[in-house]
């Protein structure tokens, strides 16, 4: 029996299984308040297949929500720390998921056995969060992907318990499989048309980040008639430009990563570039390295100034890169005029790194073509000009040329569009500052104002 096989099979017996029990011990319901209750009659679930730390837009729904104030019921795995608000907010109550066993999550079973398993694991506890654990609700807001199982068990759970049921896509699900198991398999195409008929069945409402995406689930092979509206995502309040030059030389000086280099960096004799990515295959950190290299020895030549490039994040490829690091460093291909180092900063740390920085790199990679960075949004909020990989039909949506980032597609782009910013012309620091004045205006464009004039209305919180 193939892999792809006893996935579906698991997750449709699961469904089954679940439903079933369901049925039996039905859910409690959502009742309709009186009209005169006030916003705090609104409340909604938001789900999160996923570490609920590491979903900043879902994050900022359930803040959105509260500050009207909403009852939100945030679900997913407590793995990161949350945004700081989240756990202060008397109307916020999280929900952590009970992770899969860890030996179902290691490779010390065979798939045939842990695949299932953690499957029906999964069904289990999502029904368990979404119908009995949180109370009924006036809506359900689900993010996608992940799409399977997580928008059939939305919509069974909405239909049983009365609640209007929204999806927020961020992506595609189908897409990124494609990007790790190949557009030709089996399961991309099933995986599609899951997708579709979800969209198409699932929700009162749905939400896209990008008008590129909007158009994309209006047409073919989604055809979703149901009402979608574009939420562009716009950075919260912890991301701000820097207020004075004291403030940054403090931060660095504070910083264990950025400590020996402080001075240097505040006088302009160090750059300091800042990436941020989940070090996984859709965000190739390779480009970035590769351009590192060549700056490197392009330096040697020239009298522009040493980097140091922080790299933040988690994910599969870490320890990877950070090995090829090491082995670049003790080649000389690195070092002296570049030095790289990967971090794990808190959230207060990580938006103080960036208003601090010279540049911000992002490599994200868009699977489905359609959707857009949450990193490049956080740079702009913190007034940091960006060098982003443009190669996806949205990328025009967020970053535009030579106004408050630039694009490239190649190392060599990257390299190039590093040498001129940081070179010790006054064309590259003029290009360098007029970027910097372009995403100090998109720092202007708040979330809060976007979610209230897009989602507000919909949720019944503001008018017009």
């Known amino acids: 029996m193939s892999p792809l096989t006893i996935i579906l099979s ?71 720390p949350p945004h700081p608000d989240l756990l202060t907010s008397p109307t916020i109550t999280i929900h952590p998921l009970t992770p899969p066993p860890r030996v179902l999550r290691s490779s010390s079973i065979p798939f ?88 198409q069945a699932a929700p009162t409402a749905n939400v896209t980040v990008t008008h590129a995406m909007r158009r994309e689930l209006q047409g073919p092979p989604y055809y979703i008639e149901s009402p979608i509206v574009t939420l562009h995502d716009r950075p919260a309040s912890i991301f701000r430009p820097l207020t004075s030059p004291a403030e940054r030389e403090s931060f660095l000086a504070s910083l264990a990563e950025t400590k020996p280099f402080a001075a240097s960096i505040v006088a302009g004799k160090t750059r300091l570039v800042v990436s941020s990515t989940s070090w996984t295959p859709d965000e190739d950190f390779s480009l970035l390295l590769d351009a590192l290299v060549s700056y490197a020895a392009a330096a040697d030549n020239s009298p522009s100034p040493p980097i140091l490039a922080i790299i933040t994040g988690k994910g599969p490829q870490k320890a990877r890169y950070e090995a090829e690091v090491r082995a670049l460093e003790k080649a000389g291909r690195l070092l002296p005029r570049v030095r790289i180092q990967t971090a794990w900063l808190s959230l207060p740390d990580y938006a103080s790194l960036l208003r601090c920085a010279d540049l911000g790199v992002c490599l994200h990679k868009s699977s489905s073509g359609v959707d857009l960075p949450m990193k490049v949004v956080d740079m702009f909020g913190s007034g940091l000009p960006v060098a982003a990989y443009a190669g996806y039909a949205s990328f025009g949506e967020l970053v535009r040329e030579g106004e408050n980032g630039r694009g490239f597609e190649t190392a060599d782009e990257l390299a190039g569009i590093l040498a001129r910013l940081f070179g010790t012309g006054a064309d590259g620091e003029a290009e360098l500052a007029r970027l910097r004045r372009g995403a100090e205006r998109e720092s202007e464009l708040r979330w809060d104002e976007e979610w209230d004039r897009v989602l507000g209305r919909i949720f019944g919180f503001t008018t017009g």
Not at 116 to 126: E, N, R, S, Y
Request: glycine share 8%.
């Open 10 to 80: 698991s997750t449709l017996c699961g469904l089954l299984i679940a439903t079933a029990i369901v049925v039996l011990f039905l859910p409690s319901r959502y009742e309709k308040r009186s009209t005169t209750a006030g916003n705090g009659s609104v409340s909604v679930q938001i789900l999160v297949l996923g570490d609920i730390g590491r979903s900043p837009r879902m994050q900022y729904h359930a803040l959105s929500i509260a500050r009207h104030g909403g009852v939100v019921h945030l679900i997913g795995y407590h793995e990161s």
């Open 112 to 199: 045939v056995v842990a695949g299932p398993l953690k499957v029906l694991w999964q069904v289990a506890t999502l029904f368990q969060a979404l119908g009995y654990t949180t109370p009924a609700s006036t809506w359900l807001l689900v993010q996608n992907p992940p799409s399977i199982p997580t928008l059939a068990i939305a919509l069974v759970v909405s239909i049983l318990r009365n609640t209007r049921l929204m999806i927020d896509w961020h992506n595609y699900g189908w897409t990124i499989l494609a990007g790790t198991k190949g557009p030709t398999h089996p399961f991309v195409a099933i995986s599609k048309a899951y997708e579709c008929a979800m969209g």
